[in-house]
């Protein structure tokens, strides 16, 4: 069972309850984003992660499931942006975005300010529109 599901918490009460100011703003700033190319309205899922979208999946061993389409968490070390598609379709993108470090399926920022905006928003629609069409 998935412990990260859409909840009825407040987005808007969540992003006031971090103690950074700064890491407030800098999510405030990528819910804009998200919202603008999304459409969606955002959603709590568990306690720390911000959703937009539902996208329903099924594993090869025929597990099921539900995540978001787009989402990030302003988690304490960094801002963490969850990247569906797989990040070799990123290319040049990558390189121009500024000071980052990513997993598998997450991108890293430390702060806005280390990246370049307009190429984050493509990274983050890209990757939405791979989830619509897997």
Known sequence: MNKCVP?????HEFLLSL???????????LLDIYQSLTKYDPVMWGTSII??????YTYISGRTGIMPMAGFSPRKK?????????????GDLLCELGKH??????L???????????????????????????
Do not use: M
Request: charged content about 25%.
């Open 19 to 29: 103690e950074s100011p700064k890491k407030r703003s800098e999510s405030v700033i």
């Open 101 to 106: 470090r990513r997993s598998k399926a997450c």
């Open 51 to 56: 959703g937009f979208g539902l996208l329903e």
């Open 108 to 134: 890293y920022i430390n702060t806005l300010d280390d990246v370049h905006l307009p190429v984050l928003r493509q990274i983050i629609w890209k990757d939405f529109l791979f989830c619509q069409n897997p």
């Open 78 to 90: 960094a801002l963490t942006l969850y990247i569906d598609g797989n990040f070799d379709d990123f």
């Open 7 to 11: 909840t009825k918490a407040s987005v």
